[in-house]
């Protein structure tokens, strides 16, 4: 099965699909031992690879190279990929298209902000004309053959969020986000006049959306529930927690505790990467079972 019919199947299930935010190798080794499907969060990917704030910094060859490595670590990972714009040009984001496909990207995020762009969950977000963003949209649309694609609005102002919602649910696009919705009433909203069309919520810690669990998103409508930066802003504290700790104690590590990681841990998670490990472990897999 195709890496986009893969995901597409299983947002159609019954079951809400998660995806965890993740922003380089490390944390995405992380996150696949706890979920089967990783968000290649922009924000994420701009701190962690330029150490700058996702406002238009990324340039789309990296963002390739990096989801080119994710998917040789993990074959079996649903991979979601955040193109902010499509890298401003309609041209440039049907190439990036092509290029996430053929390494094997299950689909991406394509919004409606135009330059300088922002964080979806902070304030002074401007938004694309919509037939802009909608020729934009089905150019992407036509150009993948098997990704999903995820069409998504910036929009804040109350009548442009319920006319956009309601237009892009009659485009091809496999899925809708509206980003930064800021109350339950307001996904009941936005459910209400896309119809079946399936939805995406974007959570995130500090974020202009409320702490819902996944059954509540699930019974309020939602398919797709993304987690953008959890992995990032929980290294952020442990970093510094680390950090501050080694300093009080003038620069003597802790005590080694089977609890805490260290270099066999470590080694062990990475390893699980090598493709000579997956080749072994799928050779040994067979000979267990008949036994």
Same mark, same amino acid.
């Given at each position: 099965?195709?890496?986009?019919?893969?995901?597409?199947?299983?947002?159609?299930?019954? +079951?809400?699909?998660?995806?965890?935010?993740? *922003? +380089?190798?490390?944390?995405?080794?992380?996150?696949?031992?706890? @979920?089967?499907?990783?968000?290649? /969060?922009?924000?994420?990917?701009?701190? /962690?690879?330029?150490?700058?704030? +996702?406002?238009?910094?990324?340039?789309?060859?990296?963002?390739?190279?990096?989801?080119?490595?994710?998917?040789?670590?993990?074959?079996?990972?649903?991979?979601?990929?955040?193109?902010? +714009?499509?890298?401003?040009?309609?041209?440039?984001?049907?190439?990036?298209?092509?290029?996430?496909?053929?390494?094997?990207?299950?689909?991406?995020?394509?919004? !409606?902000?135009?330059?300088?762009?922002?964080?979806?969950?902070?304030?002074?977000?401007?938004?694309?004309?919509?037939?802009?963003?909608?020729?934009?949209?089905?150019?992407?649309?036509?150009?993948?053959? !098997?990704?999903?694609?995820?069409?998504?609005?910036? %929009?804040?102002?109350?009548?442009?969020?319920?006319?956009?919602?309601?237009?892009?649910?009659?485009?091809? %696009? !496999?899925?809708?986000?509206?980003?930064?919705?800021?109350?339950?009433?307001?996904?009941?909203?936005?459910?209400?006049?896309?119809?079946?069309?399936?939805?995406? *919520?974007?959570?995130?810690?500090?974020?202009?959306?409320?702490?819902?669990?996944?059954?509540?998103?699930?019974?309020?409508?939602?398919?797709?529930?993304? @987690?953008?930066?959890?992995?990032? *802003?929980? %290294?952020?504290? %442990?970093?510094?927690?680390?950090?501050?700790?080694?300093?009080?104690?003038?620069?003597?590590?802790?005590?080694?505790?089977?609890?805490?990681?260290?270099?066999?841990?470590?080694?062990?998670?990475?390893?699980?990467?090598?493709?000579?490990?997956?080749?072994?472990?799928?050779?040994?897999?067979?000979?267990?079972?008949?036994?």
């Amino acid at each position: 099965m195709h890496h986009g019919t893969a995901l597409r199947t299983e947002i159609q299930s019954d +079951d809400i699909t998660a995806l965890i935010g993740i *922003f +380089d190798m490390y944390s995405a080794s992380l996150a696949a031992q706890q @979920y089967d499907g990783m968000f290649v /969060s922009g924000f994420g990917f701009a701190a /962690s690879y330029y150490g700058l704030p +996702d406002i238009g910094f990324i340039a789309w060859p990296d963002m390739v190279d990096f989801v080119q490595r994710l998917r040789v670590a993990f074959p079996d990972q649903h991979l979601l990929v955040d193109i902010d +714009d499509g890298y401003v040009d309609t041209e440039v984001a049907c190439h990036v298209v092509t290029h996430l496909e053929r390494i094997g990207a299950s689909g991406v995020i394509l919004e !409606d902000q135009q330059r300088p762009r922002r964080c979806g969950h902070v304030s002074g977000k401007q938004i694309l004309p919509f037939d802009e963003y909608l020729d934009k949209l089905n150019r992407v649309l036509d150009t993948r053959t !098997d990704m999903v694609v995820v069409a998504r609005t910036d %929009a804040t102002e109350e009548s442009e969020i319920l006319y956009r919602a309601a237009a892009l649910s009659d485009t091809d %696009a !496999d899925v809708l986000l509206v980003d930064g919705v800021r109350s339950v009433e307001w996904i009941r909203r936005i459910r209400s006049v896309i119809g079946d069309k399936p939805l995406l *919520f974007n959570q995130i810690a500090g974020g202009l959306s409320p702490r819902l669990s996944l059954t509540e998103l699930e019974d309020l409508g939602v398919n797709v529930a993304i @987690y953008s930066t959890p992995c990032l *802003f929980a %290294a952020h504290t %442990a970093i510094t927690d680390a950090l501050t700790e080694l300093r009080a104690n003038d620069g003597r590590l802790p005590e080694s505790d089977p609890s805490q990681v260290g270099v066999g841990t470590s080694l062990t998670l990475l390893e699980r990467n090598l493709v000579t490990h997956r080749g072994a472990a799928a050779r040994r897999t067979p000979q267990l079972a008949g036994r």
